[in-house]
């Protein structure tokens, strides 16, 4: 199986629900995971930045086979750089656009 999370969300208890969320489906023993991945947009930005509180947790599941995608078109409206994302994170042309290729590619979308 493969599932996407989305991140649309700036809410800080939301930044941590999800990464528990993954962190809960690579625990569960009873699904057989092929591939994981959480893709953010607007708000879920905050997420993926190198001064997040929660960027070790980010990191961990990044070790854990993670693959984090960040919505470009989010990056053009801030004052953000793609330079101040987590190592690893991937940058796509747009978060939608993303969502909508891994879930063709048969992707459950999860979104907390």
Request: negative net charge.
């Amino acid at each position: 199986m493969k599932a996407v999370f989305h991140l649309s969300s700036g809410d800080a208890e939301m930044h941590t629900r999800v990464v528990n969320n993954v962190a809960n489906l690579l625990d569960d023993e009873t699904v057989d995971l092929e591939s994981v991945a959480l893709v953010a947009n607007s708000g879920g930005l905050g997420l993926l930045l190198d001064d997040s509180e929660r960027r070790e947790r980010v990191e961990e599941l990044q070790e854990r086979g993670v693959v984090f995608k960040q919505c470009a078109n989010t990056l053009v409206g801030t004052d953000i750089d793609e330079s101040n994302l987590v190592d690893g994170v991937e940058l796509v042309s747009s978060g939608v656009g993303e969502l909508t290729r891994l879930q063709d590619a048969g992707y459950a979308y999860i979104k907390p």
